[in-house]
């Protein structure tokens, strides 16, 4: 048998070493490690162990705002990340309550995460499965394969991201987990289009009547935040501008009820929105009732009681609920943060970095996580004494001023404080407390220091549980693990004040670009930067353009447009599917 043969021969037989040969000329000559793995769909593929053992490994735990603005803004090549959620797709919520009455169909508003991912030039992996346990001390999380249980998956990480989001609250109140719809995720939006639906048919049977009728067709909805005021408006325009031409038998029968537990709905928005949403609904018959606090759900008639009044408690039947007050925390999170010592918390806390406080290699972002900021008097004697550079003990003016401004990166509610006050200097504010004229030359001592930062820390405030928030800490963290490297030899970030140098980064910091509140009939509500508040027709339009361009892709756009063009052509679609 001559060399060529027993060659060929070799090759037929032995796979493995065909594989070694293609990376051998693919890679130039160069000698690389083999592992042979299984992917998602059963095949084998080959890997490049050697390769992959100079790369960190970056896991990422979800795939909604937080999660997903991480991976497209991540660019840096020399990480290998692996995706790991139990939704293999990104959905755009803020138009979930236009997916529950057919004004966007579900599949719009949703952009698979291979798409989002398969063109970067970084090196990411998706998993469909769910994560159950987090070993911090093993830096290893522990999944369940979406599609078979009973396959686990272990994954060892160098960086950790959780970013799985939050469920809804319940707070406990027996039946609301038993016979509510909630709205967080795509599904919810389509059980409850599917159940408005079977409501109208149920409610048009002739052997019905008229009192069971109105049970049947009473909407209930928990909650006067945003998404249970948009639901209650979109509700409201399906039911008058489209089901009522389908059934008009039961036209009189509806009723939309809201309820909320505080004094006024939208107590997040300028007093000027709150005002003309509750006027707004109470002409279009929508019953607002607020100081009414659920106690208990049946599976027939909800139980509210009287916040402010003696207590009364009131029964009402209903034909559908959907609950919408508060987000509560994931199941693997609270493990986790007992694990860690965070077991007294609602959410995970984080430092101005995103880092979990307590381990430097996990990152919490989004709706799982709130950022514990540091107080001004925690660290008030190192300040000071970072600023005494003479070690005089007294500290002047100017040698304050030659930090201020790493005091308000670090410290962001001092300069929050200085422009409510209207100081534009800490001379302002040393005036202030020491109730003369201040210059450069004049000295405090720490007591008079702390008398003059005593009220700074009153200004801290928790950011809110938005997309909006989720998605800017998603791209600072990708902006981060970017520059990386570049940060660890040339920090740029405040100075430490427990310590020497400087930190890595710039914190975190949240810019509100405002927010809207769609209330039905073609008319939206905007607060935007500056208190600009706009309420009306015209802000409908700008609420259509800034939610068309967030969209993830251009795909998404196309198919949200056309779904709005087609309601105002076509009407909302009724089709019980």
């Not at 509700?235 to 008009?248: A, F, G, R, W």
């Amino acid at each position: 048998m001559t060399a060529f043969q027993r060659l060929s021969r070799n090759f037929c037989e032995n796979a493995s070493f065909a594989k070694m040969l293609i990376v051998f000329t693919v890679s130039g000559g160069g000698l690389v490690a083999l592992s042979e793995a299984k992917s998602e769909d059963g095949m084998n593929i080959v890997n490049s162990t050697e390769a992959n053992d100079k790369k960190k490994r970056v896991v990422v735990l979800g795939t909604g705002w937080a999660g997903t603005s991480f991976l497209k803004n991540l660019k840096n090549s020399s990480y290998d990340v692996q995706v790991i959620s139990p939704r293999n797709f990104f959905a755009f919520t803020p138009l979930l309550p236009s997916v529950t009455c057919g004004t966007v169909e579900a599949r719009s508003i949703v952009e698979p995460i291979r798409n989002i991912v398969r063109r970067k030039n970084v090196a990411v992996h998706y998993w469909e499965a769910e994560c159950f346990k987090i070993d911090a001390e093993n830096k290893k999380v522990y999944c369940r394969s979406n599609l078979d249980e009973k396959e686990e998956i272990v994954v060892d990480y160098d960086y950790l991201v959780i970013a799985i989001g939050a469920r809804a609250n319940t707070f406990n109140i027996p039946g609301v987990a038993e016979n509510c719809h909630f709205l967080k995720e795509i599904e919810d939006a389509q059980k409850i289009r599917r159940t408005v639906i079977d409501c109208f048919e149920r409610a048009s049977l002739p052997t019905l009547s008229d009192e069971e009728r109105k049970k049947i067709l009473h909407f209930v909805v928990v909650g006067g935040g945003p998404t249970g005021v948009e639901f209650a408006a979109e509700l409201h325009d399906y039911v008058n501008e489209d089901l009522v031409k389908l059934y008009p038998k039961v036209k009189e029968a509806v009723k939309i009820t809201l309820l909320e537990a505080t004094d006024h709905i939208l107590n997040m928005f300028d007093k000027r929105i709150t005002a003309f949403a509750e006027e707004k609904f109470q002409r279009d018959g929508i019953d607002v009732k607020t100081g009414a606090m659920v106690i208990k759900v049946s599976d027939k008639e909800i139980s509210t009681k009287e916040v402010k009044k003696d207590g009364a408690v009131s029964t009402t039947p209903y034909g559908m609920v959907v609950w919408s007050t508060g987000i509560g925390t994931r199941p693997v999170v609270m493990d986790f943060m007992k694990q860690i010592g965070q077991g007294n918390r609602r959410v995970l806390a984080t430092d101005e970095w995103l880092r979990v406080e307590g381990c430097d290699n996990i990152y919490a972002l989004g709706d799982c996580a709130t950022i514990n900021q540091r107080r001004v008097m925690e660290d008030i004697w190192a300040i000071f004494h970072k600023a005494d550079k003479d070690n005089s003990g007294t500290l002047t003016v100017k040698e304050f001023q030659e930090v201020l401004d790493d005091i308000c990166e670090r410290y962001p509610q001092v300069e929050l404080y200085l422009k409510n006050r209207k100081m534009s200097s800490l001379a302002d504010l040393l005036k202030d407390s020491k109730g003369d004229s201040v210059k450069e030359s004049v000295e405090v001592n720490l007591e008079e220091f702390k008398t003059a930062l005593s009220q700074v820390d009153s200004q801290m405030k928790n950011l809110p549980a938005t997309a909006q928030v989720a998605a800017q800490q998603g791209s600072y963290l990708a902006d981060c693990f970017n520059r990386m490297e570049e940060c660890e030899k040339n920090p740029e970030g405040p100075l430490r004040f427990r310590g020497e140098g400087r930190h890595r980064f710039r914190p975190f910091r949240y810019k509100h670009f405002g927010q809207f509140a769609p209330l039905g009939g073609e008319q939206t509500a905007a607060q935007l930067p500056g208190d600009w508040v706009s309420i009306g027709h015209s802000t409908q339009w700008l609420w259509y353009s800034v939610y068309a361009s967030k969209l993830v892709s251009w795909r998404t756009r196309a198919l949200v447009v056309s779904d709005w063009v087609r309601r105002f052509i076509f009407g909302r679609d009724s089709s019980g599917i």
